[in-house]
């Protein structure tokens, strides 16, 4: 079965203060490793897709990750509106999950002022 | 930019009632799923369509059907709406299985 575990659940940083959450994954074949964004009350918001160890995908502050267990979602230099719940998700290839998103629990990032 | 838009925000329904998820996307995608988000849950898959009129059962259809009579617009439907539905539906579609999901804004259910 395909498993997506977020570390940390929670993260306070101060703003300025760099840091990573953690995406470790198992799964049958890995088609994809999705980032999101989700604020309270909204639909998540798509950050990013890696497909192969290796890759590295940058968007302002935001920089993911990926090798073949686990991907990274780098924050530098995080500012309060960076302060959100980060999802992380993976889509296996064939087999019974074709073209199902396994989601993580997220990591609800705080960053203060 | 891919939009994904869901019928209502939020929604109070009581015990029995029958209750219509609506959501439309405007970039021509072929497939497009229902989850629902419960507090240490996370996110899960309903039911999912790669076509139209095709279905396919998620990891949690009990209680609940689709409909899917236009390519752009995917219904989901509570028959008979139960209090362990209250929950934040979300809408997603993606161009491809292999390719991105982009998210509606989410329902908001409460079932009294």
């Known amino acids: 079965e395909d498993q997506v575990t977020q570390s940390p659940e929670a993260l306070r940083l101060q703003e300025g203060e760099s840091s990573s959450l953690n995406c470790s994954y198992t799964?049958?074949?890995?088609?994809?490793l999705f980032w999101y964004r989700q604020d309270p009350g909204k639909g998540p918001e798509f950050l990013f897709t890696?497909?192969?160890a290796g890759e590295e995908k940058e968007k302002e502050r935001l920089k993911a990750t990926l090798t073949k267990k686990e991907s990274f979602l780098h924050i530098t230099a995080p500012k309060p509106e960076d302060s959100a719940t980060y999802l992380c998700?993976?889509?296996?290839?064939?087999?019974?999950?074709?073209?199902?998103?396994?989601f993580g629990q997220g990591t609800i990032l705080t960053v203060h002022p | 930019d891919v939009k994904v838009t869901q019928s209502s925000r939020y929604l109070v329904k009581r015990t029995g009632e029958k209750v219509f998820l609506e959501c439309v996307q405007d970039?021509?995608?072929?497939?497009m799923f229902w989850y629902r988000q419960d507090p240490g849950l996370g996110l899960r898959l309903i039911y999912f369509?790669?076509?139209?009129?095709?279905?396919e059962k998620g990891d949690i259809p009990e209680g609940y059907s689709v409909s899917r009579e236009k390519k752009e617009r995917f219904s989901l439907i509570l028959e008979s709406a139960s209090t362990n539905q209250t929950s934040m539906y979300l809408c997603?579609?993606?161009?491809?299985?292999?390719?991105?999901?982009?998210f509606g804004p989410g329902t908001r259910l409460l079932v009294l």
């Open positions: 997603a579609s993606s161009e491809a299985v292999q390719e991105t999901q982009y």
């Open positions: 799964v049958s074949g890995l088609r994809g």
């Open positions: 890696l497909y192969s």
């Open positions: 998700a993976v889509l296996a290839a064939g087999g019974t999950s074709y073209g199902k998103l396994t």
């Open positions: 970039m021509d995608h072929e497939n």
């Open positions: 369509s790669y076509d139209v009129k095709m279905k």
